[in-house]
């Protein structure tokens, strides 16, 4: 399940030579993830509202370009249940020509007690991947209290 947003590098996110910051790479990883989140019908505002968290407890960015200052970038967030874990992978884009600027994967989650997910679940389970994400999610993540 893939998602795409778009934004443009505005001047405070770059240093004096109109170069986009490293660190803003993260931020747009997070729109992108919380615009396909939505997308799907499960805003993050909801989780949390429910007393739910996704934390990233890994992150890693290749950067492959620099984004310059007004930069039109597209940000593209896939959704990857592997087997194992659920993850984000990312990727920033300069538009119009595409060019690939940064990568990211971000670990997400495995199940309430640190286990495994298997991926077969949702195969097993007739649903179409996203509703069986936010049935998953709904099941086995803890509340925060």
Not at 61 to 69: D, G, L, N, Q, W
């Amino acid at each position: 399940m893939v998602w795409k947003t778009t934004l443009r590098v505005r001047y405070g996110e770059t240093d004096a030579m109109g170069v986009a910051y490293y660190a803003n790479y993260l931020v747009w990883f997070e729109v992108a993830r919380n615009e396909f989140m939505r997308a799907m019908g499960m805003p993050y505002r909801q989780w949390e509202e429910e007393g739910y968290h996704l934390p990233v407890t890994e992150a890693g960015c290749r950067y492959h370009r620099p984004a310059h200052y007004d930069d039109e970038l597209e940000i593209v967030a896939s959704l990857i249940i592997d087997g194992v874990t659920f993850h984000f992978d990312y990727e920033v884009r300069r538009l119009p020509e595409g060019e690939r600027l940064a990568t990211m994967a971000s670990l997400l989650h495995r199940d309430r007690d640190g286990a495994p997910l298997v991926g077969e679940l949702i195969t097993a389970s007739g649903l179409e991947p996203a509703a069986w994400v936010a049935t998953y999610l709904r099941a086995y993540l803890r509340p925060l209290v």
